[in-house]
């Protein structure tokens, strides 16, 4: 049988045309007897093309997916007969999901929408991930200078004066284009996501059971005082507003000394090693610890990517149009079963990954490969990360990988308790279309607003000025719809 399925995974950096290039979704067809026609949209375009997908009225089969793209709420394609509810479906025709999804009652109840409804089938992960985006610095610069590795914002403060006296680097610390990294906030107990910060769910907090803006929380007016003295002192990039890439990851920075500490992705150390290594320069670019107030502080605000749940919030929905969805629900369940997993996490054994001890691991062909680094050349031998499926993070994984990979796990995550973060939570069709106009305005107005506080262009005593504005434009009402929809949540599957 053959299905036709709108995956906006973009293939054009790959070599490959679609998803059937790849060995795993060869063998996987060879397997179950199912051929699928894909659909890939340019990451640019990719909510656009499923919008007017929808509006044409000829749906694909399925949608791959995260909840972003039912910008109307997911209640609203299953009553108005554009997706199929698959709840009644799964334990018959699904059972391998279900059991999978049923392995952890939190993540269980965000398979599920606030009517008991399942829009798709949701990607969920053998187990929780460690934060994979957090603060890596020079740690051969605090062995040269004698320094400990800092814990606290003062501390923090004090490596930072050290860094720009002795060695210059035209930035001791390096910011998203937002100055709002989430690493560095999450101490004081606040988020905000502005033009390329946080990295948090959104800018709500929960305090049990009631939210709470973020940006009106007493600690983000304190963080921004913090960093705007910083910057004032020369310890913050002057320029951090004008990069398109965050400064962690450009490694023409860090190779040639310009960068002390600046948020990456958790694999980097190994991959500027080798690159270091290659220009005869070894560099030490390794994880520093989160900050917090003071030593022993636990922070209670998600940072990084930290899990949540096993809920990767990606999913495949089967829309009304297709004429078989008990069979492709069997096909999506194949990607629950651990032979199944397997190809689509590893790849075929023998090619992609090999066995040791009991525990797949990847190959030369995808750790090493000269056509491109580990997260281009999984897609194209294993499966793409947007592929519903049981999925197995620890894929990215190399034999070899160093130490210093495995100790950003207890530097990003060691100090932080989830109390504060809100869940996977749903709005109505009419909630999604109010609060995003609210929240589009309140948004554009900070992330112009706060960058003039951080490098001084404007003074802190106007800023409780500015932050009243954003009561004018409505936050009262956007915490109301976001309070509506925790509540909601809270009695989820009851």
């Known amino acids: 049988m053959t299905f036709e399925i709108f995956n906006p995974w973009d293939v054009s950096t790959s070599s490959m045309l679609d998803n059937n290039d790849s060995p795993a979704y060869k063998k996987i067809e060879e397997l179950t007897g199912i051929h699928i026609i894909w659909y890939h949209s340019a990451s640019a375009n990719a909510q656009e093309n499923f919008q007017l997908s929808i509006a044409s009225n000829d749906y694909d089969d399925a949608y791959f997916l995260n909840s972003s793209y039912l910008n ?12 199929v509810d698959l709840q009644p479906l799964i334990a018959e025709y699904a059972p391998n999901y279900d059991y999978v999804r049923h392995l952890d009652e939190a993540s269980y109840l965000t398979t599920l929408t606030d009517s008991g409804y399942a829009v798709g089938i949701s990607q969920l992960v053998q187990n929780k991930q460690w934060a994979f985006l957090g603060p890596l610095g020079r740690t051969d610069w605090l062995s040269e200078l004698g320094l400990n590795m800092p814990r606290t914002y003062d501390e923090y403060h004090d490596v930072l004066v050290a860094f720009r006296d002795n060695y210059n680097p035209e930035a001791p610390l390096g910011l998203a284009i937002s100055g709002l990294d989430d690493w560095l906030m999450a101490g004081y107990d606040t988020v ?12 709500f907090l929960n305090f049990g059971g009631t939210v709470r803006y973020g940006a009106l929380e007493s600690g983000f007016k304190d963080f921004i005082t913090m960093l ?40 980097f150390p190994d991959s500027l090693d080798h690159l270091s290594d290659a220009a005869n320069d070894p560099i030490d670019f390794y994880g520093f610890q989160v900050p917090v107030k003071n030593v022993g502080d636990t922070r209670k605000v998600l940072a990084g990517y930290s899990s949540m749940t096993l809920n990767k919030g990606l999913f495949g929905t089967i829309s009304t149009n297709c004429d078989s969805p008990e069979i492709l629900l069997q096909w999506l369940d194949f990607f629950y079963t651990e032979e199944g997993a397997r190809i689509a996490n590893y790849g075929i054994e023998g090619e992609a990954h090999t066995v040791i001890n009991g525990v797949p691991m990847i190959t030369d062909l995808i750790y090493n490969n000269p056509e491109g ?9 294993a ?43 749903t709005m109505t069709s009419e909630e999604s279309g109010e609060f995003g106009v609210i929240m589009a305005d309140i948004n554009t107005y900070l992330s112009e607003n706060i960058i003039p506080f951080i490098i001084g262009q404007r003074q802190m005593s106007e800023f409780d000025t500015m932050l009243a504005q954003i009561n004018t434009i409505g936050i009262g009402r956007a915490t109301e719809i976001q309070q509506a929809a925790l509540d909601r949540y809270l009695v989820r599957g009851n």
């Open 373 to 381: 680094r580990i997260n281009s050349m999984l897609p194209k031998y």
């Open 192 to 203: 905000f996501i502005g033009a390329g910060g946080s990295s948090s769910p959104n800018n």
């Open 228 to 267: 705007s003295g910083w910057y004032a002192e020369g310890l913050v990039d002057r320029d951090f507003y004008t990069r398109t890439t965050i400064p962690g990851l450009q490694t023409e920075l860090i190779l040639n000394h310009k960068l002390g500490i600046a948020a990456s992705l958790y694999t």
């Open 383 to 425: 499966t793409a990360q947007t592929q519903p499926m049981w999925y197995d993070w620890q894929r990215e994984i190399a034999p070899g990988t160093s130490q210093a990979v495995f100790d950003t796990e207890e530097l990003w995550d060691g100090n932080w308790e989830d109390v504060y973060t809100m869940p996977t939570i």
């Open 72 to 83: 109307k709420g997911p209640d609203f394609y299953i009553e108005n007969d554009i997706m």
